[in-house]
């Protein structure tokens, strides 16, 4: 498991370098025009700084989260891809400090100096934050879980950086447990699910040990040009028990009236098309979770 690392140190000669031992011998990189935001907070190194050519920047422990430039990609991908997978009247988001993902959909975030710094250094991403509707909880998602009520979301979200530092409980097959319990029948949980370039063995154990008290496990691909190999996932999964397709791929009806600069119905099906040797696996992975389920 890679450490934690402090933001600042990776700045050499005007570029902020991702160097990371969980992505070794690559490193993306972003030229720095100003560092605006450089702090310790009680769960992790926040850096943010402005670009030369992507906006404002957000790096948790050294990792690169998210980029005024190209952050509808993953906001709105992560969001739609489970809201139009049913039928939503309720949902929870854990993490996602930044509040992108709210401006498309309960919060709890652990970190409440992630979402201060989204609201002062990226206030058109983080806009749905103090929204009436939104209830803001500023605490452990994980023990939320734990303390939620059964059959209470039609949709949870989990915006969560890397398996590293606070994140860490939320890639565990105990709280997709109680993550499934807390659903309502036909409910889906979206989670960030990692690149598939990267972290293979990962995805097949979120599809088969994460995804094995759901009626259906899924991967879908999502293009982001500044995360590490230009992509990331999102895992999806589903309770049993609702109507319609027990699948996520196929939308279940079309966006209506919604600014959106990525997301489209046709973009929806194609995230669950993944390359042959990555499918090949998921294919025989899921066979085992099917068995794990139905016995």
């Given at each position: 498991?890679?450490?934690?690392?402090?933001?600042?140190?990776?700045?050499?000669n005007?570029?902020?370098l991702?160097?990371?031992?969980?992505?070794?011998?690559?490193?993306?990189a972003?030229?720095?025009?100003?560092?605006?935001?450089?702090?310790?907070?009680?769960?992790?190194?926040?850096?943010?700084?402005?670009?030369?050519?992507?906006?404002?920047?957000?790096?948790?422990?050294g990792?690169?989260?998210?980029?005024?430039?190209?952050?509808?990609?993953?906001?709105?991908?992560?969001?739609?891809?489970?809201?139009?997978?049913?039928?939503?009247?309720?949902?929870?988001?854990?993490?996602?400090?930044?509040?992108?993902?709210?401006?498309?959909?309960?919060?709890?975030?652990?970190?409440?100096?992630?979402?201060?710094?989204?609201?002062?250094?990226?206030?058109?991403?983080?806009?749905?934050?103090?929204d009436?509707?939104?209830?803001?909880?500023?605490?452990?998602?994980?023990?939320?879980?734990?303390?939620?009520?059964?059959?209470?979301?039609?949709?949870?979200?989990?915006?969560?950086?890397?398996?590293?530092?606070?994140?860490?409980?939320?890639?565990?097959?105990?709280?997709?447990?109680?993550?499934?319990?807390?659903?309502?029948?036909?409910?889906?949980?979206?989670?960030?699910?990692?690149?598939?370039?990267l972290?293979?063995?990962?995805?097949?154990?979120?599809?088969?040990?994460?995804g094995?008290?759901?009626a259906?496990?899924?991967?879908?691909?999502?293009?982001?040009?500044?995360?590490p190999?230009?992509?990331?996932?999102?895992?999806?999964?589903?309770?049993?028990?609702?109507?319609?397709?027990?699948?996520?791929?196929?939308?279940?009806?079309?966006?209506?009236?919604?600014?959106?600069?990525?997301?489209?119905?046709?973009?929806?099906?194609?995230?669950?098309?993944?390359?042959?040797?990555?499918?090949?696996?998921?294919?025989?992975?899921?066979?085992?979770?099917?068995?794990s389920?139905?016995?």
């Amino acid at each position: 498991m890679a450490e934690p690392l402090n933001g600042a140190p990776l700045i050499e000669n005007g570029w902020f370098l991702e160097k990371n031992s969980q992505w070794p011998g690559q490193a993306n990189a972003l030229q720095v025009k100003e560092v605006l935001l450089h702090k310790k907070t009680k769960y992790q190194d926040l850096l943010v700084f402005a670009s030369t050519n992507h906006g404002n920047v957000i790096v948790l422990d050294g990792v690169i989260q998210i980029t005024e430039r190209d952050e509808m990609s993953y906001q709105e991908m992560l969001a739609h891809l489970p809201m139009f997978s049913c039928d939503p009247k309720q949902g929870l988001i854990i993490g996602g400090g930044d509040g992108g993902v709210l401006r498309e959909v309960t919060w709890c975030e652990i970190d409440g100096d992630v979402v201060e710094a989204a609201k002062r250094f990226l206030p058109s991403v983080a806009k749905a934050v103090g929204d009436p509707k939104v209830e803001l909880l500023v605490g452990d998602g994980v023990a939320f879980a734990e303390n939620s009520k059964e059959n209470c979301y039609d949709v949870i979200i989990v915006d969560s950086s890397d398996p590293v530092g606070p994140a860490e409980k939320l890639f565990s097959k105990a709280f997709y447990v109680n993550a499934e319990r807390i659903l309502k029948p036909g409910g889906v949980i979206c989670s960030q699910g990692e690149c598939l370039w990267l972290n293979e063995e990962l995805i097949s154990i979120m599809v088969q040990d994460y995804g094995a008290c759901f009626a259906c496990a899924e991967y879908a691909s999502i293009q982001v040009p500044t995360y590490p190999s230009g992509q990331i996932g999102a895992f999806m999964a589903r309770k049993s028990g609702g109507k319609g397709e027990i699948s996520c791929r196929w939308p279940r009806r079309e966006p209506q009236e919604m600014e959106l600069r990525y997301y489209t119905s046709e973009m929806h099906a194609a995230a669950f098309a993944l390359p042959a040797f990555l499918q090949r696996r998921l294919e025989a992975t899921n066979k085992k979770r099917r068995l794990s389920w139905q016995g």
